[in-house]
């Protein structure tokens, strides 16, 4: 992002509730136009940073910048953003086009020219001719774009969505997450979304906050974030991930069990304890050659069919267990049946150390 001047800087945010403290300085560029996720589990602090960047909850110290202002101590109504929230929030007793037109309807803009905005931002969210409608007569994924279309009536500056799929059920998520992403591209106003489901944010951002007890993990593309993950947590917490205790044998190599393995990342002192982090898909199969490094001969203790592809439980040498996801077609052409010994590889671009035994070490 280099060249460009963020649209929102958030610097050194900290919020105590009592003697809790929910942000630990937090400092974060969003630049104009971009789509970030905050993500994170509960409790991480996302949902408090998006309410302080609202003016719901001010910070306790620290300052947030929009558009080059200092909005730090503005209320809400004050700053320049629209807002949607996972409940929706939508008046029951007023009609689609009222609840949309609600924040219109205060001002001096002719009723003309409220109905025709109403109008557009509904063929916008694709529920035009729903104008009449009450809330109680859409169904859930109805009512979301209902929300949104309100809250992008005023033309705000900021897009801000709390969970804002999570009470949908999976396929009606799926596709309005895809929606969402075209109308923002489309409309480029900046937003912010708050999630903890990670196959949304990866599916959806441009760039992705990872939080973790009020503290910022790692900042990326879904792709960076995936791939090069900058702790053990982020490893963890983002898609499916092998966690297993080695030594280092010397610089660029790894000991796990009698197996000596090339890591790249191994420039601790040797003897150090370390966790190696790999994803079950970059555990290869085939094409290993005889005498190529890192190779293990595991045994194939139990598979899980998943659609695609099947998830399959191998056992070490050394007893560890290390999961791997092999292809129908892989299944099918090397015939891969539980109890079957397997010799697999473990690519060394693919491998990720971090400092220490990883405590929630789930996969083995």
Do not use: W
């Amino acid at each position: 992002m280099s060249g460009r001047h963020p649209y929102l800087r958030i610097e050194f945010v900290s919020k105590n509730f009592g003697d809790f403290q929910a942000l630990k300085s937090i400092s974060l560029d969003i630049y104009p136009g971009e789509f970030v996720c905050f993500l994170g589990p509960s409790g991480c602090g996302k949902t408090t940073l998006l309410r302080a960047i609202a003016g719901l909850d001010i910070q306790t110290s620290g300052r947030i910048l929009q558009a080059g202002g200092d909005i730090s101590g503005l209320p809400p109504s004050q700053r320049d953003f629209g807002i949607v929230f996972q409940s929706y929030a939508l008046f029951p007793n007023l009609t689609v086009a009222a609840n949309v037109g609600y924040g219109l309807a205060g001002g001096k803009m002719p009723r003309a020219d409220i109905d025709k905005r109403v109008s557009e931002l509904l063929a916008m969210v694709g529920l035009s001719g729903q104008e009449l409608k009450y809330p109680a007569q859409l169904s859930g994924g109805q009512q979301q774009r209902v929300a949104l279309a309100r809250a992008l009536a005023m033309s705000p500056g900021l897009l801000l969505l709390d969970e804002p799929l999570s009470a949908l059920d999976a396929r009606v998520r799926q596709h309005l997450r895809a929606e969402l992403k075209q109308l923002q591209r489309r409309i480029n106003v900046t937003t912010i979304m708050v999630t903890h489901d990670q196959e949304e944010a990866l599916a959806i951002a441009d760039r992705i906050v990872v939080m973790n007890e009020g503290r910022i993990e790692q900042v990326g593309t879904p792709i960076e974030i995936y791939r090069q993950p900058a702790a053990a947590f982020v490893a963890d917490f983002v898609g499916q991930m092998n966690f297993l205790t080695v030594d280092i044998e010397a610089p660029g190599l790894i000991r796990l069990g009698q197996a000596v393995l090339e890591a790249p990342d191994a420039n601790l002192a040797a003897g150090h304890g370390v966790t190696l982090c790999i994803r079950p898909e970059d555990i290869q199969v085939r094409g290993i050659a005889d005498g190529k490094g890192n190779t293990l001969l595991t045994k194939i203790e139990h598979m899980e069919f998943l659609g695609s592809f099947c998830r399959a439980e191998l056992r070490l040498a050394c007893g560890r267990a290390l999961h791997a996801d092999f292809s129908i077609n892989a299944m099918r052409d090397l015939g891969l049946v539980p109890g079957q010994e397997l010799q697999v590889a473990l690519p060394p671009e693919r491998i990720r150390l971090f400092p220490g035994e990883e405590k929630a070490a789930r996969h083995g």
